[in-house]
C-alpha cells in the first residue's frame, strides 16, 4: 500500500491517479449505457422493434451495393448475425464487463472490447442512438484504450500513462465545452437574449420528472438558467 502512494504522490507521477479516476467512471458510464441498452435495444430495434435493426443493415447493404461495403461504411458486430437474442446478450455482457472496469481491473484488450460493442450498438441504433454523447462516450472509450497497458489491468500498472493521451483528453474536454457554447450562440438568438428555456421544457426530447415544475419557473429563472449554461 505504501508502494501505491508513493506512486501517486511522487513528484511528475500526478497521472497515474489521473487514470484511475478516468478508468472507474468510464466504467461507471459504460456500465449505465450498456443497462440502458439491455432495457430498451430489443422495443426499439429489435425484430419487431419500432425501427429493427435487420431491417437496417439490409437497407444499408442494398444501397451500398455489397457487403464489404456496407461493413466500411457501418461498422458493427452485427453483421455477423442479428437477432433479439444477440442484442441482449451483448449489452448484458457489455454490462458485465463495465463492471469489472468499475472494480478496477481495465487493460487496452478489455477497453477495446467494450469500445466495439458498444459502436456496434450505437450504429445500428438509428435514431434512438443519434444523440451526441453517444459519439462523446465512443471518443472518450477509444482513448481509454491507449491509456493503460495491453495486458496489466491492475489499477495502478507498472506503466505510466502516456503523456499524449492525457492531452487528446483535455483536447476532447476543450472541444465539447467550446463546441456546446459555440453552436448556441451561433445558433438561435434565444441564446443571447436568454429567452431560449422560456420554452425549452415543453419541447426537450427526453424530459425529466422535474422539468414540468421548471418549466412554470419565472422568467429571471430561466435566464439564469441560460447564462449557466454558456
Excluded at 140 to 154: E, K, N, Q, V, Y
Amino acid at each position: 500500500m505504501d508502494d501505491v502512494f508513493r506512486k501517486l504522490f511522487a513528484r511528475g507521477n500526478s497521472y497515474w491517479l489521473t487514470r484511475f479516476v478516468i478508468l472507474r467512471l468510464l466504467g461507471f458510464v459504460y456500465a449505465i449505457a450498456f443497462l440502458i441498452a439491455a432495457q430498451q435495444l430489443i422495443p426499439l430495434i429489435g425484430e419487431h422493434g419500432l425501427t429493427p435493426a435487420n431491417h437496417f443493415l439490409a437497407a444499408v447493404q442494398a444501397q451500398l451495393g455489397s457487403r464489404t461495403d456496407a461493413i466500411l461504411h457501418v461498422p458493427t458486430l452485427f453483421w455477423f448475425g442479428i437477432s433479439d437474442h444477440l442484442l441482449s446478450i451483448l449489452s448484458w455482457s457489455g454490462f458485465a464487463l463495465s463492471l469489472v472496469v468499475l472494480a478496477g481491473y481495465a487493460n487496452a484488450i478489455v477497453l477495446a472490447v467494450l469500445w466495439a460493442m458498444y459502436m456496434s450498438i450505437v450504429h445500428v441504433g438509428q435514431i434512438w442512438y443519434g444523440y451526441g454523447w453517444e459519439i462523446q462516450l465512443l471518443e472518450t472509450g477509444f482513448l481509454s484504450i491507449f491509456l493503460c497497458p495491453l495486458l496489466d489491468g491492475r489499477p495502478f500498472p507498472k506503466c505510466p500513462p502516456p503523456l499524449l493521451v492525457i492531452w487528446l483528453f483535455r483536447w476532447l474536454g476543450f472541444r465539447i465545452m467550446i463546441g456546446a457554447g459555440l453552436i448556441k450562440m451561433r445558433g438561435d438568438p434565444c441564446w443571447r437574449d436568454l429567452t431560449c428555456l422560456y420554452y425549452h421544457y415543453e419541447t426537450q426530447p427526453i424530459p425529466s420528472p422535474i422539468s414540468r415544475y421548471l418549466h412554470f419557473a419565472p422568467h429571471w429563472f430561466h435566464q439564469i438558467e441560460t447564462a449557466w449554461n454558456h
